[in-house]
């Protein structure tokens, strides 16, 4: 069951930003997820559309968002840049806070795709109330410049993680993400998707459709969860 949301937040243009419930027909534990989307795409796109369905049929409470810069766009059509991180963030919090209205004692997974997810990181790693962590391509650094790691804050998160990666992922490098999550506070796990982009689209030689690769995303993070 799906359930369009209008989410109101703080400190940002807009007075609210569109949401989804995605709601399964049971409820399988008391874990609640807190999807946030990337900078290239919104809530809607095919990859969170596909996530969150593939949870709520698992058996998982999905929420997914709009960041306000997103909502922009939706609303007027014109392409925008990514919010500066406050304001991210800001929305973000909002998001939590309005899933937790409605399922005040669940325990919340915050998950997202690339940008999404880092924020998800930063949230944490500032103390703010989470069970665990799920990141759909880590961003560990901008595309060509590997030396910039965002992974400083990792040993201040506790909560254990979920890390999907792309052997092809221009925005993770591997060699370098390993030694940085021997540095993560908590527990990690590490998924490798084999012959995948930050995208999480394949390589065609290995004959796996977009469908079955999201498919597989989704049945790691089944695993993943029933283990906590």
Request: hydrophobic residues 40%; glycine residues 8%.
């Given at each position: 069951?799906?359930?369009?949301?209008?989410?109101?937040?703080?400190?940002?243009?807009?007075?609210?930003?569109?949401?989804?419930?995605?709601?399964?027909?049971?409820?399988?534990?008391?874990?609640?997820?807190?999807?946030?989307?990337?900078?290239?795409?919104?809530?809607?796109?095919?990859?969170?559309?596909?996530i969150a369905e593939g949870l709520a049929a698992a058996g998982y409470p999905v929420m997914?968002?709009?960041?306000?810069?997103?909502?922009?766009?939706?609303?007027?059509?014109?392409?925008?840049?990514?919010?500066?991180?406050?304001?991210?963030?800001?929305?973000?919090?909002?998001?939590?806070?309005?899933?937790?209205?409605?399922?005040?004692?669940?325990?919340?997974?915050?998950?997202?795709?690339?940008?999404?997810?880092?924020?998800?990181?930063?949230?944490?790693?500032?103390?703010?109330?989470?069970?665990?962590?799920?990141?759909?391509?880590?961003?560990?650094?901008?595309?060509?410049?590997?030396?910039?790691?965002?992974?400083?804050?990792?040993?201040?998160?506790?909560?254990?993680?979920?890390?999907?990666?792309?052997?092809?992922?221009?925005?993770?490098?591997?060699?370098?993400?390993?030694?940085?999550?021997?540095?993560?506070?908590?527990q990690s796990t590490l998924e490798i998707i084999e012959g995948a982009d930050h995208g999480?689209?394949?390589?065609?030689?290995?004959?796996?459709?977009?469908?079955?690769?999201?498919?597989?995303?989704?049945?790691?993070?089944?695993?993943?969860?029933?283990?906590?």
């Amino acid at each position: 069951m799906q359930e369009a949301i209008q989410i109101p937040v703080r400190g940002a243009p807009v007075d609210w930003v569109s949401g989804f419930w995605d709601l399964p027909e049971t409820a399988k534990s008391d874990f609640v997820f807190l999807l946030a989307h990337g900078a290239g795409l919104d809530m809607s796109s095919d990859f969170m559309a596909h996530i969150a369905e593939g949870l709520a049929a698992a058996g998982y409470p999905v929420m997914r968002f709009n960041y306000a810069y997103s909502e922009r766009m939706d609303r007027g059509g014109n392409r925008r840049p990514p919010d500066r991180r406050p304001m991210l963030e800001a929305v973000h919090r909002c998001a939590l806070e309005f899933l937790r209205r409605r399922f005040p004692d669940a325990r919340v997974v915050l998950s997202g795709k690339s940008m999404g997810g880092r924020m998800s990181s930063y949230l944490t790693a500032d103390g703010i109330d989470a069970a665990a962590l799920c990141f759909y391509g880590y961003p560990l650094h901008p595309p060509g410049k590997p030396e910039k790691l965002r992974s400083e804050h990792f040993p201040t998160i506790a909560q254990p993680a979920l890390f999907l990666q792309g052997t092809r992922d221009n925005l993770c490098d591997l060699e370098l993400l390993k030694p940085a999550l021997e540095t993560y506070g908590g527990q990690s796990t590490l998924e490798i998707i084999e012959g995948a982009d930050h995208g999480f689209r394949v390589l065609k030689k290995l004959n796996l459709s977009d469908e079955e690769v999201l498919d597989d995303l989704v049945q790691r993070t089944v695993k993943w969860v029933e283990s906590l």
